[in-house]
């Protein structure tokens, strides 16, 4: 019966419209590769094996020039691979030593993700926007009747939510734990323009085409068959955290879990963040109490009055030592995205959801420091339960020190995290 079961959920997968013009998937180009970066080309650091660049005869080391002719800079480069998709023929001019090639392409598609124990599906759903966002669908394998549905709300980066590789990496970890051992069918939305989504790239995308995207996702999680619709909740990761309330209000939700989030405003974020940051690098007070100064009346510009960075240094320019991102994006988002973060209204949104609530935080997370989440366990009260892992920074790592955590040297995956979120799913 099991069995059974487990075939009718991938049948329910493969069937319906969608088949008819599948969402194109993102293509793998088999190498891990530097982006440009301070002057420097784009460069190959490592290969996986039977990998299309090195099967065309390029090496460790080789520089990545352009692809189709169309140069590879700090600002193109993410735009370009992101692009890329399976089945497509690609030029791609590269250097090594002093002597320019070009190699012609037929890209492979990106593998699917495999979790040990869980049936893995790829979906789509329809933005308001006007195109398709891709997600992915996990179900425990032999798995029966209406489970719980949990929507995962990505990150602020334009990584995609998905990695079919095996991976250090402590979100995925933690990601394919909950989907093996919750009990739940987890649904990870994708961000427009990026994995196999439609849409503007990510470094163009505001938040409004984000949310447009989460609210599609959620909408597609709750017509599967195979979930309870009764049983929706909603889990953000990082900025996503921020994002579950808002998104609460639009569906009945039965609880959320946040880790790594924050509920005061970005530019208050913003403004504990780079103390933190320029205090683990080492700056001197006087340095950082000067730095402070301007990065309070920078963001006051760029977050409050609606410019962007370079506006705000043309205004004043001794603000550009100090300076260490983009023209008009930070972080890979574009500087519109941020302004619009800065407008929710976050506590809020914690207080008017009033959702039994898990938190979860790393003693050592720089990125979103510790008053974002006893704000919100504050505002919740005996809804709220905040659990702080010792040691573990924004990623799921653990470090022995908060300087080691910053600098990211000789983590180790915090297993205990991932264990956390499963146990209260079942409570709950």
């Not at 921020?242 to 005061?264: E, K, N, S």
């Not at 205090?279 to 950082?288: A, D, N, Q, R």
């Not at 402070?292 to 963001?299: E, G, I, P, V």
């Not at 995290?417 to 079942?426: N, P, S, T, Y």
């Amino acid at each position: 019966m099991l069995r059974v079961a487990s075939m009718l959920f991938l049948a329910a997968a493969v069937a319906g419209p969608a088949l008819a013009d599948p969402l194109p998937r993102r293509a793998d180009l088999g190498a891990g590769i530097a982006g440009p970066s301070d002057g420097k080309p784009a460069r190959i650091v490592r290969f996986r094996p039977d990998g299309v660049l090195e099967k065309a005869g390029l090496r460790t080391g080789d520089e990545l020039l352009a692809f189709d002719a169309v140069a590879l800079t700090e600002e193109s480069f993410g735009p370009a691979i992101r692009r890329l998709r399976g089945g497509q023929a690609l030029r791609v001019t590269w250097k090594r030593g002093d002597a320019v090639a070009d190699s012609r392409l037929q890209l492979p598609s990106m593998r699917p993700e495999s979790i040990e124990g869980v049936d893995v599906r790829y979906g789509e759903a329809a933005s308001e926007k006007g195109y398709r966002v891709r997600t992915y669908t996990t179900r425990p394998r032999g798995a029966a009747g209406r489970l719980p549905v949990v929507v995962f709300i990505p990150w602020l980066s334009c990584s995609p939510a998905e990695n079919p590789f095996p991976t250090t990496d402590g979100w995925m970890k933690m990601l394919h734990a909950v989907a093996k051992d919750g009990g739940v069918q987890l649904v990870r939305v994708e961000k427009p323009g990026v994995g196999d989504s439609e849409g503007p790239d990510c470094s163009l995308a505001d938040l409004d085409h984000d949310m447009a995207a989460f609210r599609a996702g959620i909408r597609a999680a709750l017509a599967d068959p195979g979930v309870d619709p009764a049983r929706l909740y909603l889990m953000g990761g990082s900025i996503g955290g921020a994002q579950v309330p808002i998104l609460a209000r639009d569906f009945r939700v039965r609880g959320l879990i946040v880790t790594g989030g924050f509920a005061r405003t970005w530019y208050e974020h913003m403004l504990d963040i780079e103390r933190r940051r320029l205090t683990l690098s080492g700056g001197k007070p006087t340095e950082v109490n000067a730095a402070m100064r301007m990065f309070a009346a920078f963001y006051d510009r760029v977050l409050l009055q609606g410019l962007t960075p370079a506006q705000a240094i043309a205004q004043r320019p001794e603000w550009a030592a100090h300076w260490y991102d983009a023209p008009a994006h930070q972080y890979g988002r574009p500087i519109r995205y941020y302004q619009q973060v800065q407008a929710l209204d976050v506590e809020g949104a914690f207080e008017k959801a009033n959702l039994p609530t898990l938190i979860v935080w790393g003693e050592y997370d720089w990125i979103m420091g510790r008053d974002e989440s006893e704000r919100v366990a504050a505002i919740l009260g005996p809804k709220a339960t905040s659990v702080v892992r010792k040691g573990m920074n924004h990623h799921f790592d653990t470090f022995p020190t908060a300087l080691a955590a910053f600098q990211e040297e000789g983590g180790r995956y915090d297993e205990g995290a991932a264990r956390v979120m499963v146990e209260w799913l079942k409570k709950n």
